[in-house]
């Protein structure tokens, strides 16, 4: 069984940020194999840095449902291979860098919350899987 893996540009510097990142993360880790990478380079760095088959997270990606995004979700889960995301650093990835993307939403954000999105859309991706009352539709 695949893990999922974050990859986060550097640590939420804002307490509260962090904090819910954690939350998310504590929540997933004893059900999901889920590993969080935290790493502070330039932009090209950082990107070159991260798996080609990494998906980038970016306002102009590919859109998901928070429902269809739990059937990918289903699929990285049990997949042999790891799946890796990717948070951008402050300015984004650069542009026609060749990765896949999916986008959180349209309108921007800052990264940190950006990160914490993403947590949050995992763990509900888990409860949707599960059938539980967290996500209410």
Same mark, same amino acid.
């Given at each position: 069984?695949?893990?999922?893996?974050?990859?986060?540009?550097? /640590?939420?510097?804002?307490?509260?940020?962090?904090?819910?990142?954690?939350?998310?993360?504590?929540?997933?880790?004893?059900?999901?194999?889920?590993?969080?990478?935290?790493?502070?380079?330039?932009?090209?760095?950082?990107?070159?840095?991260?798996?080609?088959?990494?998906?980038?997270?970016?306002?102009?990606?590919?859109?998901?449902?928070?429902?269809?995004?739990?059937?990918?979700?289903?699929?990285?889960?049990?997949?042999?291979?790891?799946?890796?995301?990717?948070?951008?650093?402050?300015?984004?990835?650069? /542009?026609?860098?060749?990765? /896949?993307?999916?986008?959180?939403?349209?309108?921007?954000?800052?990264?940190?919350?950006?990160?914490?999105?993403?947590?949050?859309?995992?763990?509900?991706?888990?409860?949707?899987?599960?059938?539980?009352?967290?996500?209410?539709?």
């Amino acid at each position: 069984m695949g893990r999922v893996v974050v990859h986060l540009h550097g /640590k939420p510097s804002d307490r509260n940020m962090a904090m819910l990142v954690e939350e998310y993360s504590q929540r997933l880790k004893s059900r999901v194999r889920l590993e969080i990478h935290s790493v502070k380079l330039v932009a090209r760095e950082y990107l070159s840095s991260l798996p080609d088959s990494t998906i980038l997270l970016d306002e102009g990606g590919e859109e998901f449902t928070s429902t269809e995004f739990a059937e990918r979700f289903a699929e990285w889960t049990i997949s042999q291979e790891d799946t890796h995301l990717a948070i951008g650093p402050a300015d984004g990835f650069p /542009k026609n860098n060749g990765y /896949k993307s999916i986008s959180l939403s349209t309108m921007t954000m800052p990264h940190e919350l950006a990160a914490v999105v993403l947590m949050e859309q995992l763990y509900r991706s888990y409860e949707i899987g599960r059938g539980s009352a967290y996500h209410r539709a």
